[in-house]
């Protein structure tokens, strides 16, 4: 399940989902989720509020193609990804992943695969507020090499 | 007719979150379709900056060789940042 919403979202409802699911009798042995929190700090600067902006459609899109990719390499059931837009305060829910699988290790390793792609390919921007006023977040080096050490060859 | 989309900085710094622009042949290619776009004015200029500019073609990340065709969607965007 893929949403892109304004709303928060109850955890533990999607834990319910998650192991709800009628795609594995058999059940699931082990469940990760994560979850993206605002902060209230970035480059030592005291953020007071967050706006998200996004790509109507191609996030959808690219949520999707990640989600289908991850349930290729990885023996998991269909993830669920959540992501908020709009306006947020530091605290607030931002991001969901949740995945199921028979044992730990799919799961651990799909779940880190799908943030990790997400924030390298899915159209979302962030803008900060400030002291000083509102910034673009910057991309950070560090989430494409933590996007890249999960390329493929093929 | 080809649809041009603008997100985040680049949207900001545009004015504007999209626009039509009647196709002509030479706007098969990515770098000449940025580059009038560019020629509008001097904060177009800015916005449109290549180096870390991302590109979708019809909603999806293509490289700026990628061959333009009457009808597409072209999207300028910096790097994303969601997550």
């Known amino acids: 399940m893929i949403k892109v919403q304004t709303e928060d979202f109850d955890i533990g409802a999607l834990y319910q989902q998650i192991i709800a699911s009628e795609n594995n009798p058999l059940g699931y042995g082990a469940v990760i989720t994560f979850v993206g929190k605002v902060r209230d700090f970035n480059q030592e600067q005291t953020v007071s509020a967050l706006s998200l902006e996004h790509y109507p459609g191609m996030t959808e899109k690219v949520l999707n193609e990640i989600s289908q990719q991850a349930m290729q390499r990885w023996p998991i059931a269909q993830p669920i990804i959540i992501h908020r837009v709009g306006d947020l305060q530091p605290g607030d829910q931002i991001v969901y992943i949740g995945v199921a699988s028979a044992h730990r290790k799919a799961a651990f390793e799909a779940c880190e695969f799908l943030i990790d792609y997400l924030k390298t390919k899915a159209p979302f921007w962030k803008k900060e507020k400030a002291d000083d006023g509102y910034h673009w977040v910057d991309a950070r080096e560090s989430d494409q090499e933590a996007a890249s050490k999960w390329a493929t060859n093929d | ?83």
């Open chain 2, 1 to 83: 007719m080809l649809s041009i989309v603008f997100f985040a900085q680049t949207r900001e710094i545009i004015g504007q979150g999209e626009f039509s622009l009647p196709f002509k042949p030479e706007f098969s290619s990515l770098e000449a379709i940025r580059s009038h776009l560019a020629s509008t004015n001097d904060k177009w200029d800015l916005a449109l900056t290549r180096e870390k500019l991302i590109i979708a073609v019809n909603q999806e990340m293509s490289p700026w060789d990628t061959e333009i065709k009457d009808g597409d969607e072209v999207a300028f965007f910096p790097p994303v940042t969601g997550g």
